[in-house]
């Protein structure tokens, strides 16, 4: 067997394979198949376990699954189905929460989570890069940020969950909120807001930065609070936005060949590059290649600035 720090270590070090590495390491067979009504189940049989996954979840469900079905072989409590849908937060046992949450911690360790999470406030953008990083969903990434939420700079943070925009579900280490009419008010400006931020400041001049994260059946919010200073900082997705209306203006054609030359180049040239070397690699690359309406506007910093962080958002 293997204790819950060595599965730690093992997650950690073949990050972002970490769950299916440690079930080759514990010699776990993984069968995928289609069917309805569940995302998967364990089997065990005396000192052998085999886990099936439905395959007709997306890649993000079926590996928090897997991590969910070797948290209970690593915790040494029962394994059970996992109902379809979104229930991955909703657990209501001791025993379920404890997989969830070390099935959390294996998909998206806490060294890799400090690596990436690294401006404040987190948005939607970071969010959805980090998701990427780790191969697992949105949700999945915002809630490791809000568990980690001291180690990052937050002084709190927490999920809530939506089921045809009624409140379901809230899930937080310890950030709480007056009363459910105060969430639903934060909701709904979150929503507004979407895919900016929203920003509230509290009685203790604190302030809470809410992101809309849309879903199918299921959505949710993800709540930041944070110190006054930090949360007045823009966003990634705002610095874009800024930078944006001031490249583009109304000019659609530039924008579109921009897009492009920055498609082929981010996959085919920016390969191992930092967001700074690859920007500056891609002004040198273009060098005398744009008509002269557009040529002033891509010689100002701010076009370098643009590119910096379309590439670090692109990781
Ligand atoms: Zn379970």
């Known amino acids: 067997m293997i204790t819950k720090s060595q599965a730690l270590a093992c997650c950690t070090q073949h990050f972002p394979d970490g769950p299916e590495e440690l079930a080759k390491r514990l010699d776990i067979p993984i069968i995928r198949a289609a069917f309805k009504g569940s995302e998967g189940w364990c089997l065990r049989y005396r000192e052998q376990a085999k886990i099936t996954l439905n395959s007709t979840s997306p ?58 999470a690294t401006s404040l406030p987190v948005d939607i953008v970071d969010l959805e890069k980090i998701a990427k990083k780790a191969n ?18 937050l002084i709190n943070g927490a999920i809530v969950l939506f089921q045809k925009n009624q409140y379901r579900w809230q899930w937080s280490p310890t950030l709480e909120f007056p009363s459910k009419d105060a969430v639903l008010q934060i909701w709904q400006q979150a929503k507004e807001a979407s895919p900016q931020l929203y920003r509230e400041k509290q009685d203790d001049r604190s302030v809470i930065c809410a992101s809309y994260l849309p879903g199918g059946d299921f959505t949710a919010m993800f709540v930041q609070l944070l110190p006054q200073n930090v949360a007045a900082k823009p966003t990634t997705g705002e610095q ?31 390969c191992g590059m930092s967001p700074e070397d690859a920007a500056e690699a891609f002004l040198e690359h273009y060098h005398k290649t744009w008509p002269s309406q557009w040529a002033s506007k891509i010689a100002d910093p701010r076009a370098l600035e643009w590119l910096r962080l379309k590439f670090r958002k692109k990781g």
């Open 240 to 270: 874009l936005r800024d930078l944006e209306a001031w490249l583009f203006g109304d000019d659609l054609k530039f924008q579109r060949s921009l897009a492009g030359r920055f498609g082929y180049f981010s996959d085919r040239k920016a």
């Open 59 to 116: 890649n993000t469900r079926q590996r928090f699954t897997l991590a969910h079905e070797l948290a209970h072989i690593v915790l040494g409590t029962k394994n059970d189905v996992l109902p379809a849908g979104a229930g991955a937060f909703c657990a209501d046992t001791i025993e379920e929460k404890q997989a969830n949450s070390l099935a959390a911690k294996f998909l998206l360790p806490k060294a890799e989570l400090q690596r990436f």
């Open 136 to 153: 697992v969903s949105s949700l999945m990434a915002a809630r490791r940020v809000a568990e980690l939420a001291h180690d990052i700079g």
